[in-house]
């Protein structure tokens, strides 16, 4: 059974650059057609699909968000890294990572921000933008 769980610090100044650290376990992320994603729902929104890194290395990013993020991977200790810079209290939320396994096509056009689509989550981590 994969699991995640997220790791970073609860608090951001303004300005700084927010890492955060998924590890997962019960499975390889480099799996064949494995999808690894990072979501946040801030106070009184709905989820808000950031990005994600697929089972090859291929990452792919939210347009509003995508000058700002980037996704890596650490194969050889099964995790991923969310960056995202020059964050705003507007970036204060809760942050998830995600997985899913989609044998199809065109993945980036699915509605990656309903949950729906991922069948496996971290429990999330609280992360707070103020100075």
């Known amino acids: 059974q994969v699991q995640l769980q997220e790791s970073g610090p609860g608090l951001v100044k303004p300005s700084q650059t927010l890492s955060l650290t998924c590890s997962v376990s019960g499975g390889s992320m480099t799996t064949n057609y494995w999808y690894w994603s990072w979501i946040r729902q801030s106070p009184g929104k709905g989820l808000e699909w950031l990005g994600y890194?697929?089972?090859?290395?291929?990452?792919y990013y939210s347009p509003s968000l995508k000058s700002r993020t980037i996704i890596s991977r650490d194969s050889s200790l099964n995790q991923f890294t969310l960056q995202l810079s020059s964050v705003t209290p507007e970036d204060t939320a809760v942050y998830y990572c995600?997985?899913?396994?989609?044998?199809?096509?065109?993945?980036?056009?699915?509605?990656?921000?309903?949950?729906?689509?991922?069948?496996?989550w971290g429990q999330g981590t609280q992360v707070r933008v103020s100075s």
């Open positions: 890194i697929d089972f090859s290395g291929s990452t």
């Open positions: 995600a997985g899913r396994y989609y044998s199809g096509t065109n993945f980036y056009f699915r509605n990656l921000s309903q949950r729906a689509e991922w069948s496996h």
